[in-house]
Structures are given as structure tokens and as C-alpha cells.
């Protein structure tokens, strides 16, 4: 194994507003789901979606900034007051 830190990745998905531009649906679409902010994009392939008559497109990003991940539970695992304890967002920091 290489030296050095360990990449991470993940996975965000969202759909391209009328107008918008596939870079500017990624920036969007991650600061919305996870209030982080990228830099650098890298296309990576596409493929069709048959079920929306959609395209998936996928990219390769950097983070730009703080690390800080501000994500809200989807409202079906926030029943109950108990969504800290169902879900967990698992991240690891390079020294």
C-alpha cells in the first residue's frame, strides 16, 4: 500500500436543474446534501437510467475547505427523537 493518507470517497447523487451545467449541479448537489464545497472536478463516465429516462453522470471531486460535514437526517430516521442513534456519519482525518 502507497504511503501516505487514504483517499475518501462517497457518493451523492441529484438531478440537473433546467439551465444548469453538469459542474454546477455537482457543486450544488454536494453543498446541499452535505454543506461541502469542491473543487477540481474530473468527469468520469455516464451511463443511461432507464427508469427516469435519466442519464447518470459521474464525477471525481477535492474537497475545497473545511472537512465539516452538516448533513440532516432524512425525516423517516428522525421519528422519535433517536436519528443520532440510527445514523452515524463515519469520516477519518489525515494527520
Request: charged share 20%; net charge negative.
Amino acid at each position: 500500500m502507497p504511503a501516505g493518507p487514504i483517499p475518501n470517497f462517497a457518493l451523492i447523487a441529484g438531478f440537473t436543474e433546467i439551465g444548469e451545467t453538469l459542474e454546477e449541479t455537482v457543486h450544488r448537489e454536494v453543498m446541499e446534501e452535505v454543506g461541502l464545497k469542491v473543487k477540481n472536478l474530473r468527469y468520469y463516465k455516464n451511463q443511461p437510467w432507464s427508469f427516469s429516462d435519466s442519464l447518470l453522470v459521474g464525477f471525481f471531486a477535492e474537497l475545497d475547505g473545511s472537512p465539516e460535514i452538516t448533513a440532516t437526517p432524512p425525516s423517516w430516521l428522525q421519528q422519535n427523537g433517536t436519528a443520532a442513534q440510527r445514523c452515524r456519519i463515519i469520516r477519518s482525518t489525515s494527520a
